[in-house]
């Protein structure tokens, strides 16, 4: 257990269809929950536009926009939502926090709130209210959007759990019973995988989601890019292990990886091109949800597993995180936290959740009882995404410089360029140490 987990909680489409059916049960909200208010009186005519990120899950669009409705509905206020890609909002966020003019909501990925946070809207209040009423933020919120131990500087999503993906049957027939739960057998079962031609592959290119599991093989061997203090130690001792361990397990995936995105390695699973990844709980869902028999017969075979522990001896997990963020220079402050208020309660979250059909871990800890992560077993290893996360800044403090760095992908960029041979791993690491050097001396 990583030292996130170990520090206590803060105090204070086919998946919407289920979501009627699921419920939530009464044991998930207490009295004293409920007894919880916020008093918000958005400004007359207001307007809102909501930018955010839409992935892989129908049922998340679908479920998220009939709760627009239901706001809209309520309240009178006019809420326009674009849907784009999330490799497409940072760049658009960025713009919009540079010129003060854009969506009022920007709903964006990892610590990117982190990288204007004077740009932003203290919601304080807002979070101190659903902390109080929802069983308490998980510790790696704190860690993202309350940078100082003081102020929220956006309200925690969510987070998109990177899962291993695998066809059991395949790695069956490779000859493992169980998935492996060292490095030591990860990279036996990828080698047999090879050798059975149902080989694996993950992604090596700017995936701002599957990319992270580059986070993950750093972590394993005890590498990582800054210390405590923040100072730059990704040129390290364990960093090369790391790197020595990925090049062996980049022998056995699949060609092309080295310019896999996001949906790459979705469609290379569905296509039966490869028999294990890292991903979200997209493609199982994809899977199932398709009228193709021979893809409902394949989510009959996928499983999941967590990332298996390396040398340091404790799980080192890397989730893609969600912020919603509220840019100051929004005409209806008090419209944008009564909207956010009113996404992140039970009646409307809940839902959502079972519309994302776990592809959203939640942020807090009563949501960890919703009826989704028990609806399917499979959907279960995904719950805790965001309760076990190592945040991508570790093991400093998060801020603009973390945020950079992860934007600017030097972990995944070192990684691949060592383990692929363009570079020497000493090449990689030193080159990957001078660019996070200048996101650190800021």
């Known amino acids: 257990m990583n030292e996130f987990n170990r520090r206590k909680f803060l105090e204070g489409s086919a998946g919407v269809a289920a979501a009627a059916t699921l419920g939530t049960g009464t044991a998930l909200w207490s009295p004293l929950a409920q007894a919880q208010t916020l008093n918000l009186k958005p400004e007359k005519g207001a307007k809102l536009r909501v930018l955010r990120w839409s992935r892989f899950v129908q049922g998340d669009i679908d479920a998220y926009m009939i709760n627009v409705k239901k706001f809209t509905e309520k309240t009178g206020i006019e809420v326009r939502v674009d849907n784009e890609g999330w490799e497409d909002v940072r760049p658009k966020a960025a713009v919009a926090a540079n010129t003060g003019a ?32 929802y069983g308490g933020w998980y510790s790696a919120c704190d860690a993202f959007n309350r940078p100082d131990g003081k102020h929220w500087i956006a309200v925690p999503l969510g987070a998109a759990g990177s899962m291993m993906v695998y066809r059991q049957s395949m790695v069956k027939a490779a000859g493992f019973d169980t998935f492996p739960k060292d490095t030591d057998g990860f990279l036996k079962m990828f080698k047999a995988l090879k050798d059975k031609g149902t080989p694996g592959g993950m992604a090596l290119g700017n995936a701002t989601g599957d990319g992270l599991w580059c986070n993950w093989l750093v972590w394993a061997f005890g590498g990582k890019l800054v210390d405590q203090n923040n100072k730059v130690v990704i040129d390290s001792a364990e960093t090369l292990k790391a790197l020595d361990y990925g090049k062996e397990l980049y022998a056995t995936f699949i060609p092309g990886t080295l310019s896999w995105l996001d949906p790459n390695n979705n469609k290379a699973f569905l296509d039966g091109q490869i028999s294990v990844t890292n ?92 009826a989704i992560w028990t609806a399917d077993p499979k959907n279960e290893p ?58 650190y001396k800021v």
């Open 102 to 133: 854009g969506p009022d909501i920007i709903l964006s990925t990892n610590d990117d709130a982190n990288l204007y946070p004077d740009k932003l809207l203290d919601v304080t209040d807002l979070c101190e209210y659903l902390g109080k009423k």
């Open 279 to 370: 991903n979200g709980i997209s493609i199982y869902v994809a899977a199932k949800n398709s009228p193709d028999p021979k893809l409902k017969e394949m989510a009959v075979d996928i499983q999941h597993a967590s990332f298996p522990v390396g040398p340091v001896g404790v799980p080192t997990e890397s989730h893609l995180y969600f912020n919603q963020m509220i840019m100051k220079y929004t005409k209806y402050p008090h419209a944008a936290k009564e909207f956010l208020r009113f996404m992140m309660e039970k009646e409307q979250f809940d839902p959502w959740l079972t519309g994302a059909q776990g592809y959203v871990a939640p942020p807090l800890a009563a949501y960890a009882k919703s």
């Open 382 to 439: 995904y719950r805790d995404a965001v309760k076990n996360l190592r945040p991508a800044g570790y093991a400093g403090k998060l801020g603009y410089a973390s945020a950079g760095a992860a934007a600017d992908f030097i972990v995944v960029n070192m990684v691949a360029e060592a383990i692929s041979g363009s570079k020497t791993p000493k090449e990689a690491m030193e080159r990957a140490q001078k660019r996070a050097e200048r996101y």
